[in-house]
């Protein structure tokens, strides 16, 4: 089974920035499209970020602009660059495919706030 381990996570003030990182088990194929999602109690796994095998990548409209996903597969790592970062970003971030697939990770809390 193929697993996910997130870390990069924090406390950061409103328009600050973090990277997150995800280290997948097992190499990532390149045809493979791999997404970051993010979660709030008591709300679903909302779909944050996809980037596919040529590199091109897509985002929830309320993270374009400021966010930026990159994977590196000789490293089997996914990476979420977040700048500009707003209370309402305040989620535990999980990576794992899109669709999602195998083990979800821990996540990875990411606060904003004052």
């Known amino acids: 089974q193929v697993q996910f381990v997130e870390s990069g996570g924090g406390l950061v003030q409103p328009g600050g920035s973090l990277r997150l990182s995800c280290v997948v088990s097992?190499?990532?194929?390149?045809?493979?499209?791999m997404a970051w999602y993010r979660q709030t109690p008591g709300k679903p796994r909302d779909l944050v970020a996809t980037i596919i095998s040529d590199m091109r990548t897509t985002y929830a409209d309320s993270v374009k602009g400021r966010f930026a996903i990159s994977r590196d597969n000789a490293r089997s790592t996914v990476y979420l660059q977040m700048n500009s970062l707003r209370p309402e970003d305040t989620a535990v971030y999980y990576c794992n495919f899109a669709p999602a697939g195998g083990i979800w990770g821990q996540g990875t809390q990411v606060t904003v706030s004052s």
């Open positions: 097992g190499r990532i194929s390149g045809l493979w499209t």
